[in-house]
């Protein structure tokens, strides 16, 4: 490794003063949370106290299932409740407690590189500090104390997203431990989420553009993309193969019929032609579900299981099948959703600690501080009040902002760099150019992925820290530009 490669790995004085500021600050405010809040109220949390209870009490669960009723909500991926069933056999009925504790710690090591990883983009740690408070005083904190996957999955993304963008900015010493720890936190994601592997793969072109800088030789690169991304594929298989010997069908979770069936219910909302084809789903949700709502959606899943006997993997099968013919047969009516499914709180919290404090406080207690936005000036006028709202609007310019330079004018500064001959044109450079792009690519993909489907807070929190990297990037590089022609240097972004 060259001296040039080692200083780069090295985190100066300075650096390291604003790490242990930050790892300090994470800390403490998942040990506040923690005293202050309990557990969260959300619904889906019974579904993995039940699954857990399974694996302790039920004495056939290791050797068969019961895939035809419902009494189990969705037989979920097995980590997160597995791990729940750990925690009650260590810690009692302090496992919730435990947990989050385990989720705390977990966002709190995963702030490590992704402060490191920020530095190395933004090549400031007081940009770096800023882009991990971005999260770590936002709506993230009620994930992290739910009894849910999102917090864990949230941190193993992140963790996972930084490690991948050190891997081309410095690589150092460690290159392919950080390979094959990225591959472990991957099997952790799968683990915790049916859509695991997807998430996983949106990494694809960061890891992509890191072992082809850093590796030579075909078979060499193929080795090491392999060994990143094959074993959770090998994981889902062997998990999925016990489910057939128990259950007598090949699958991997069974509780994502719902989630698929979202999407064309909001479709059906804008034309109920989108449901009126053949089969008894289509027919159910016309029944069932006239007026295109979520709550009736339990209704029609229990119809196809008690009344035409479907299991939960064949009900999945069908919304599956149901979902891809509506987004074929209605693409016109598919846009529209996809657009309208943007949470607009990812854009307005992106960095806003008084949104991101007021509905965290929300999502974990069910009732807010301080009033909505629009309400403290039609009525709901108090100094508290005020000082909250302007410091909210403040701040949620910043983040609009941000967002859209992030989204939308990340990939033509990152490529007009690439291209461009008046800066400096080392090798470190130009993989920051490149690196910015690859996560743009990540980043755009994962709110797609989601807009394609329903979106929720718990399911972008991840894309948080690196919207706020891009958009910063962005931001500097305006600066940059502006900078130079007061200077009268002859200069182009």
Not at 12 to 34: F, K, P, Q, V
Not at 296 to 301: E, I, Q, R, S, T
Not at 328 to 350: C, E, S, T, Y
Not at 434 to 443: E, P, Q, R
Request: net charge positive.
């Amino acid at each position: 490794m060259s001296a040039t490669q080692t200083s780069m790995y090295k985190m100066d004085r300075s650096g390291r003063n604003w790490l242990i500021l930050t790892l300090i600050l994470a800390a403490s405010s998942r040990i506040l949370a923690l005293t202050f809040y309990d557990v969260p109220g959300f619904p889906d949390s019974n579904g993995y106290r039940t699954y857990a209870d399974m694996i302790l009490n039920d004495p056939e669960f290791w050797e068969k299932i019961n895939i035809s009723g419902l009494t189990v909500t969705g037989l979920r991926s097995i980590g997160y409740p597995g791990l729940l069933a750990i925690a009650t056999g260590a810690s009692g009925d302090a496992r919730e407690t435990a947990l989050q504790f385990i989720q705390c710690l977990a966002f709190t090591l995963a702030c490590w590189p992704l402060f490191a990883a920020a530095n190395a983009v933004l090549k400031s740690p007081v940009q770096a500090f800023l882009t991990v408070m971005s999260i770590t005083f936002s709506y993230g904190v009620a994930f992290d104390l739910a009894i849910l996957p999102d917090g864990l999955f949230k941190s193993a993304w992140i963790a996972s997203a930084a490690l991948a963008i050190l891997l081309v900015m410095k690589p150092g010493p460690y290159f392919r431990t950080r390979l094959i720890t990225i591959s472990s936190l991957f099997i952790l994601m799968v683990s915790l989420r049916g859509n695991g592997n997807h998430m996983a793969l949106l990494l694809f072109p960061l890891i992509g553009l890191a072992v082809f800088a850093n590796t030579k030789g075909l078979t060499n690169r193929l080795f090491w993309l392999g060994m990143v991304f094959i074993p959770m594929f090998f994981f889902q298989a062997g998990i999925s193969s016990w489910n057939e010997k128990r259950a007598g069908t090949y699958f991997y979770t069974a509780g994502g019929a719902l989630a698929l069936m979202q999407p064309v219910t909001k479709m059906q909302a804008r034309d109920p032609e989108v449901v009126s084809g053949p089969g008894e789903l289509p027919a159910l949700m016309r029944e069932l579900n006239p007026t295109a709502e979520y709550a009736p959606l339990y209704a029609v899943v229990e119809a196809l299981n008690k009344r035409h006997g479907y299991s939960l993997v064949e009900i999945q099968s069908l919304a599956t099948s149901l979902y891809l013919q509506s987004v074929v047969n209605h693409p016109g009516i598919f846009f529209q959703m996809f657009v309208r499914n943007f949470d607009d709180k990812f854009a307005l919290g992106l960095v806003n600690p008084a949104l991101g404090f007021n509905e965290g406080d929300y999502l974990i207690t069910n009732d807010r501080v301080f009033p909505g936005f629009s309400k403290i000036f039609r009525g709901a006028l108090s100094l508290p009040n005020l000082l909250y709202g302007l410091t909210y609007l403040g701040f949620a310019i910043l983040s609009v902002l941000l967002t859209v330079f992030a989204l939308f004018i990340t990939p033509c500064f990152a490529v007009k760099r690439l291209y461009s001959g008046h800066e400096d044109r080392s090798d470190h450079e130009t993989g920051r150019h490149k690196t910015v792009f690859a996560v743009w690519i990540s980043l755009f993909l994962g709110i797609a992925y989601y807009c394609a489907l329903f979106v929720e807070l718990r399911y972008l929190a991840a894309f948080q820290p690196f919207a706020a990297i891009l958009g910063l990037y962005c931001a500097n590089t305006m600066v940059s530009y502006w900078r130079d022609r007061r200077t009268g240097k002859n200069n182009s972004i």
